[in-house]
């Protein structure tokens, strides 16, 4: 709703209330136009202002009205009455000014900003565009380059760039609804004309069509399929028409994104995100029955990749920090690398680099005087262990001791210690001071407060941090195994890692398994798969009883690690070269393979490609839920669009899972598994069986056909 009342004797006063963002709800929209009704039928009431309740101005439509259907009044016409006012209108924005909201204060005749308010059309981050006039006023105001700009990355700008930008008329450190009542009566007098913005001509450009031309270039080659970055530059050129033409395309635009299964996706993601926030243990430990301690000092072990990115993700944070690393050159290294990442991210946010919250040491002591150490050593249980022994003599008490690992057994790591209830994973991801996902891995011991303490400082990180039972992999690589070998095995059965990897792209991932294979270095899980017993040199394809694909270790001997030894499944052109090109010599080798194990190479379609690799993943997840190592659906697609580059246009793999039918997934696993019995990550899991059985729930109900979480091993 929205309150109003008569300040400074003539301004009228609208204050936009619905907490905690002042979504804009059919009952703040019809608030709008009542409150604006009164303003302008009060005589004495010469200019209004319209601000939000609590500091915060508008943060949009309200996303949750979106999966039923519209009532109230539309928002389109709401900004139309707000523009259309014989009196002027300014809009004091607080805190965020963001989609809806913002299309609310282009429709006002002026705009004054707090420094610290952010403005931004987010939408298309829900598979949608500025679909209120947004795509045609902020080019009209603003251009069309910088328009174009804002709208298809949905970033968010800040107070100054703004007003750089025209996009606000003032910027104030004062009070913002006290400078814009001032500022309304400073403008009573004159005519909002001129004002509105739909009156605009779209600014000129010298070259508008290679501007359009190289953004949709841009936009197509990020977009991995996604509707939405499209159709917002479709929108964006329209703005060039009469604005009543340009509002129509936008219409029809809109229309087509809002029915289509993407926006849903990414809705659906936007709330997973914040979902996962809300933890839970086994024991009945929760978010909001724990509190997080404060961490000031931290410690990091281990300046490699891992290290280097920790530590800037902490110091960002605000965290003073202890940066160690036993060997002086990779210490030196490390210093150089961490100092410049720090100056460079600081440019970025125009403030100074924080160096001096960070020191380096090349022994342990330092431990002693810490609140929190996350070790990021190599990933080698004997080496990590070592290191927990360490910190347990050393450590105040009440120090929480973090692994970054992305696999390994945080229960051995906490028997290592004197305190395994404040040892607890935190699995970042490369390049870890940028990547925005965070796994929290709790042990059989591990205490609610140490869960709450790292899933809290992942947050001051600025990252989604999701709370995940101890198994091998965890979630996010214990779903990328039988993904993996699926993958492997169409190459054994006749599919080449070009096809597989385009089949893959298509669908939307950034880059497909071989590609990324090769990224990440075929040696690492090859190196873990000897630890735990691989015979040298042997290409059997039956393990255990099961199918096994021997093809990645079969290249690691041959020493094609990937693109840092310029050979993996593709040739580079060099060490460290970044061009995939197919391989002649891999195309020879997987002919001798199969001639060696009597296969013979068939035809596989895309269909086949798709089905095998996603399914497989999507049923381990649903294994991951029935063994209680996710709390619910939202924690695994969270991980797998922060952390796997799944696209989010298609919200996850158990949503997409849902989306597809899950009687259907069901259905094409049964068919796998019958043709392949030996492959048992094709087996469809019971609570796949158990969801279809109950008339294939969706996804927002699966919580209710799980078992109590237990932690498992
Ligand atoms: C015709 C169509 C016209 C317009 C289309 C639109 O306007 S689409 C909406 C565009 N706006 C956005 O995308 C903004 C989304 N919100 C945010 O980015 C952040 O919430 C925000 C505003 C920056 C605040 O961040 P903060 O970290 O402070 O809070 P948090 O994200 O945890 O949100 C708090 C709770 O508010 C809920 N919420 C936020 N925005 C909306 C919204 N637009 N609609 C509905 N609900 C919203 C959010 O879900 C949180 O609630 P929770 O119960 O925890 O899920």
């Known amino acids: ?34 409150m604006m009704d009164k303003a302008l039928s009060d005589r004495k009431v010469k200019s209004v202002v319209i601000c939000g309740h609590n500091g915060k101005f508008c943060g949009g439509a309200d ?14 016409p709401v900004i139309q009455g707000v523009e259309s006012a014989a009196k002027p209108v300014v809009a004091a924005i607080e805190g ?25 059309l987010p939408e298309v981050h829900l598979g949608l565009l ?102 917002c530059v479709q929108a964006v050129a329209a703005a060039t028409l009469p604005f009543a033409q340009g509002m129509e395309r936008e219409r029809e635009l809109m229309a087509t994104l809002f029915t289509s299964g993407q926006a849903r996706a990414q809705q659906y993601h936007f709330f997973a995100q914040r979902a996962v926030g809300r933890w839970s243990m086994p024991s009945g430990a929760r978010w909001d029955k724990t509190k997080p301690v404060a961490v000031h000092k931290a410690m990091v072990i281990g300046l490699g990749t891992m290290g280097r990115g920790i530590s800037v993700a902490l110091v960002q944070a605000g965290v003073s920090v202890v940066a160690m690393e036993t060997n002086e050159k990779q210490l030196m290294d490390a210093k150089q690398a961490i100092s410049s990442m720090l100056e460079r991210g600081a440019k970025r946010r125009g403030v100074a680099p924080a160096l001096d919250k960070i020191r380096y040491s090349s022994d342990m002591q330092p431990a002693a005087d810490v609140d929190l150490v996350i ?13 927990f022994q360490q910190l347990s003599a050393l450590c105040k008490p009440g120090t929480f001791l973090c692994s ?29 001071h940028v990547m925005k996902l965070l796994e929290v891995v709790y042990g059989s011991r591990s205490s609610p407060q140490a869960v709450a303490t790292a899933m809290e400082l992942g947050k001051q990180m600025g990252k989604v ?74 290409s059997a394809r039956i393990r255990q009883g099961c199918r096994y694909s021997p093809l990645g270790d079969l290249l690691c001997e041959q020493g094609r690690f990937g693109q840092k030894t310029g050979r993996g499944w593709y040739q580079y052109d060099k060490p460290g070269g970044q061009v995939a090109k197919p391989d002649p010599w891999l195309q020879d080798f997987l002919e001798k393979f199969r001639t060696q194990h009597g296969l013979v190479a068939r035809r596989i379609d895309h269909q086949e490609v798709l089905e095998r690799c996603l399914y497989a993943l999507m049923n381990e997840g649903f294994r991951i839920l029935e063994d209680g190592i996710a709390a619910g659906p939202e924690d695994i697609d969270v991980i797998y669009v922060l952390g796997y580059s799944w696209p989010p246009h298609r ?23 019958q043709e392949h019995p030996d492959i048992p990550s094709l087996k469809p899991c019971n609570l796949l069986r158990k969801l279809v059985v109950s008339g294939s729930p969706p996804v927002q109900k699966w919580r209710e056909f799980l078992q109590k979480p237990q932690s498992q091993l």
């Open 404 to 432: 970054n690992t992305s696999g390994l057994d945080v229960d051995q790591l906490a028997s290592e210690t004197r305190t395994p209830e404040l040892v607890v994973g935190m699995h970042f991801f490369a390049p870890a």
């Open 63 to 76: 996303i949750r009205e979106f999966s039923s259907p519209l009532t109230g009044p539309l928002l389109i």
């Open 130 to 231: 500025p679909g209120a006039g947004g795509s045609q006023r902020l080019p009209r105001l603003i251009g069309v380059p910088a328009a174009l700009d804002i709208i298809t990355t949905g970033r968010h700008v800040t107070a100054a760039e703004a007003l750089k930008l025209g996009l606000v008329d003032r910027v104030t450190d004062r009070n913002t609804v006290d400078e814009a009542v001032k500022f309304a009566l400073s403008v009573a007098d004159q005519s909002p004309q001129s004002r509105r913005i739909s009156t605009f001509p779209c600014p000129h450009h010298p070259d508008l069509d290679a501007v359009f031309e190289g953004v949709m270039q841009r936009v197509r080659q990020r977009a991995r399929g996604a509707l939405a970055p499209v159709a």
């Open 465 to 538: 941090s999701v709370a995940v039972g101890n198994c091998r992999g965890f979630v996010g690589n214990r779903m990328l195994k039988p993904y993996l070998e699926q993958a492997f095995f169409l190459l054994e059965e006749g599919a080449t890692p070009e096809f597989v990897d385009q089949v893959l792209e298509e669908f939307g991932f950034a880059m497909g398994v071989f590609r990324m294979s090769d990224l990440s270095g075929l040696d690492v899980g090859w190196r873990v798969r000897k630890a735990d017993g691989l015979p040298d040199g042997h």
């Open 651 to 673: 919200g996850g793999p158990m949503f997409y899972a849902a989306m597809v039918g899950l009687k259907k997934v069901l259905e094409r696993l049964e068919h796998y598994h």
């Open 375 to 387: 070790e990021a050593v190599f990933e080698d249980m004997a080496l990590k262990k070592k290191v």
């Open 1 to 34: 709703m929205a309150q109003y009342s008569r300040v400074s004797g003539t301004v009228g006063l609208i204050t936009l209330l619905n907490p905690p963002v002042n979504a804009l709800s059919a009952a703040v929209r019809q608030g709008i136009v009542d």
């Open 96 to 120: 965020v000014a963001l989609g809806g909201g913002l299309e609310l204060a282009l429709g006002c005749h002026y705009r004054i900003a707090h420094s610290k308010a952010r403005l931004g």
